[in-house]
T-cell receptor, first 112, second 114 residues
Framework: AAGVIQSPRHLIKEKRETATLKCYPIPRHDTVYWYQQGPGQDPQFLIS???????DKGSIPDRFSAQQFSDYHSELNMSSLELGDSALYFC???????????FGPGTRLTVT | AQTVTQSQPEMSVQEAETVTLSCTYD???????LFWYKQPPSRQMILVIR??????QNATENRFSVNFQKAAKSFSLKISDSQLGDAAMYFC???????????FGTGTRLTIIP
């Protein structure tokens, strides 16, 4: 069965640079979620989109923005990167709002 | 705000034995969902089992079962016949009905002893 695809899988950036993470949901899934998992920590909800509209917002820094496109893929844009942004970023998708969330393999971002 | 607490940072169990992981949560809501996710060394988040709060019957998935005590706000995971592949970090998670975000506990690292 098709799963959530995230790219890139690994990303190394320097402080103050920008990064773009991409997420391709499972086919027919219209809701996308982003989570951030710091080293040794539990995942923290950042933001979600339903039918291309932002549907919920968590602890996402102002330096980050995200959107969902017409094909339902989503991108998380991160600017002015800080060392503390180093983390595993998960995307999850579900079939409509409130559905079961299926997680992608994550993108590991390292900021040096 | 909802909180999820896992009081056991680490657990270990002999292969083929049974182990129970604990989880408590705090909420004022009556409709919600509870989940157990497994995160093996690959770091992939895998859904193990889910429970709807309105259901009195405890969920089961093969060797995995839960003990859901709504009044006590407790949601433990029992793994029977433990296998080496069960070794992972296990996260308990909560989601309010009609809401989207998952709130995770801090996790329990499970080690399987051969």
């Amino acid at each position: 069965a098709a799963g959530v695809i995230q790219s890139p899988r690994h990303l190394i950036k320097e402080k103050r640079e920008t990064a773009t993470l991409k997420c391709y949901p499972i086919p027919r899934h219209d809701t996308v979620y982003w989570y951030q998992q710091g080293p040794g920590q539990d995942p923290q909800f950042l933001i979600s989109f339903y039918e291309k509209m932002q549907s919920d917002k968590g602890s996402i820094p102002d330096r980050f923005s995200a959107q969902q496109f017409s094909d339902y893929h989503s991108e998380l844009n991160m600017s002015s990167l800080e060392l503390g942004d180093s983390a595993l970023y998960f995307c999850a998708s579900s079939l409509d709002r409130g559905g079961e969330q299926y997680f992608g393999p994550g993108t590991r971002l390292t900021v040096t | 705000a909802q909180t999820v607490t896992q009081s056991q940072p680490e657990m270990s169990v002999q292969e083929a034995e049974t182990v129970t992981l604990s989880c408590t949560y705090d909420t004022s809501e009556s409709d919600y969902y509870l989940f157990w996710y497994k995160q093996p060394p690959s770091r992939q988040m895998i859904l193990v089992i889910r429970q709807e709060a309105y259901k009195q019957q405890n969920a089961t998935e093969n060797r995995f079962s839960v003990n859901f005590q709504k009044a006590a706000k407790s949601f433990s995971l029992k793994i029977s016949d433990s296998q080496l592949g069960d070794a992972a970090m296990y996260f308990c998670a909560y989601r309010r009905f009609g809401n989207e975000k998952l709130t995770f506990g801090t996790g329990t690292r499970l080690t399987i002893i051969p």
